[in-house]
């Protein structure tokens, strides 16, 4: 089995992943995440064949946002791989005397074989991908990019409905500032999803640039308030957080606050063998007594976080030379 692993990544990484940045699911093909999935699948269904293709190499966390999944999961997936974390906590670092950005960039190549960075400024994982000659992994930027997040997103969907291409998804909520909902977008146009429904109030609809680059994609997309109209017809409801920390004005954000709630009454409505995802954390908009529900899928899609992001560090770091 372990070397079953060990050649399929190395095929992979023969084919385009080796030592490459990920910054935003737009510049991964189909095929590109497809193998990406396929590895996925192999490490959480087969754990105990993992190969500890890290082998000792440095994997830096700076995270100058909060995170629990993101920076914990990378971490355990590099643990896992045989390898090492050195975490950059900002508070306790020289950026608490005003150490710039790029330079903070430099050290930590320096230090390390790769870099997952999650900055609140749109564009700040591109800037040190462009600085660090080791690839840079973007853990989220502002309200921009979040591409490991869609990735496992999109493996989920695989691993629970078989297939993402002709279904029906809804994606409520805070679509406008969540980053989240910004990749699975991009990440939904590599494929042939039947109709994407964008359900929130007019003012969390997503941001013009988003819009504009999703329809020249292809995607079908359909705006609309209330997710009761469609819900029997959807397989994949995808809910976000109304993102309070990214609202230029507070008085925006009391408008929309609490402006959306899926119930469990609402959710006993779906369609048989639909599932409910969250990027989470979440906060009201999905109520607990939800999670008792059999299509309630985003633990396991939490969970399923650590194999993805071992996949990707397999590819893009094991075993290559640094
Ligand atoms: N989904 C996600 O990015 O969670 P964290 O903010 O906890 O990393």
């Known amino acids: 089995m372990e070397c079953i692993l060990a050649r399929e990544g190395e095929q ?64 355990t997936a590099a643990l896992k791989l045989g390898g090492k974390v050195i975490d950059l906590s900002p508070e306790a670092s020289s950026v608490m005397k005003g150490e710039s950005l790029p330079d903070t960039v430099r050290m930590l190549e320096s230090y390390s074989d790769l ?35 869609a990735m496992l997103d999109l493996f989920t969907i695989t691993k629970l409905k078989g297939h993402i291409d002709g279904l029906n998804y809804a994606i409520v909520g805070d679509t406008r500032y969540a980053r989240t909902a910004a990749s699975l977008l991009y990440g939904l146009s590599k494929f042939k999803p039947k109709k994407v429904y964008l359900v929130s109030p007019e003012s969390l609809q997503p941001r013009i640039e988003i819009k504009t680059k999703i329809d020249e994609l292809g995607l079908r997309t359909e705006k609309l308030e209330d997710l009761e109209e469609i819900i029997p017809e959807i397989d994949v409801i995808y809910l976000t957080r109304i993102q309070k920390e990214r609202f230029p004005d507070v008085m925006e954000y009391e408008k929309v606050r609490g402006s959306y709630e899926i119930t469990r009454n609402l959710i006993v409505k779906a369609k048989r063998g639909s599932i409910v995802l969250h990027p989470l954390p979440r906060t009201n908009e999905l109520p607990s007594e939800v999670d008792t529900l059999p299509n ?27």
């Open 12 to 75: 992979m990484r023969r084919s385009g992943w080796s030592r490459r940045d990920v910054i935003n699911i737009l510049d991964f093909s189909r095929s590109d995440l497809e193998s990406l999935f396929e590895l996925a699948g192999k490490i959480s269904d087969r754990p105990n064949s993992i190969r500890r293709s890290l082998n000792e190499k440095i994997v830096a966390t700076a995270f100058f946002e909060a995170s629990t999944r993101t920076r914990l999961s990378f971490t």
């Open 115 to 149: 870099i997952v960075i999650r900055h609140p400024s749109e564009g700040a994982a591109l800037l040190a991908s462009e600085i660090s000659e080791s690839p840079v992994i973007n853990g989220g930027d502002g309200s921009q990019h979040h591409p490991t997040q």
């Open 296 to 322: 309630a899928a985003y633990m396991k899609q939490a969970e399923w976080g650590v194999p993805m992001r071992m996949a990707i560090l397999e590819l893009v770091i094991g075993g290559a030379k640094g």
